[in-house]
């Protein structure tokens, strides 16, 4: 059973940081992209960022939100199966449910499979 845990999310203060992690079991990832949606209340659940392994296993293609350019950094640990999203510079904009995705690479949520169950994160003013 694939499983997606995501943690690290909370409450920070506008330009704070924070680091999400999402932890995937029972099947590896290491060759299929990897990707962060998130949505705030009353809106549709957009694209973050997403992460793919390049075909010779050696570099990550990275693909970001215009909003999150410059502020939210992703990558993966393909041996802990672990995918990250540091987040700096946050704004209360960016206040919402950030959600793992597995499975894809693009910014078309239709395109993952599988996903993780939301970690809230709350920037204040």
């Known amino acids: 059973q694939v499983q997606l845990v995501e943690s690290g999310g909370g409450l920070v203060q506008a330009g704070g940081s924070l680091r999400l992690s999402c932890a995937a079991s029972g099947r590896t990832f290491s060759n299929s992209g990897m990707g962060w949606f998130r949505q705030a209340p009353g809106k549709e659940r957009e694209f973050v960022a ?52 597995a499975g894809g690479a693009t910014p078309r949520s239709d395109e993952y499979e599988y996903w993780g169950q939301g970690t809230q994160v709350t920037v204040s003013s």
């Open 50 to 101: 997403a992460i793919r392994t390049s075909m010779l296993w050696t570099t990550f293609t990275t693909n970001y939100a215009d909003s999150v350019k410059g502020r939210f950094t992703i990558s993966r640990d393909n041996a802990k199966n672990t995918v990250y999203l540091q987040m700096n510079s946050l704004k209360p904009e960016d206040t919402a449910v950030y959600y793992c995705a």
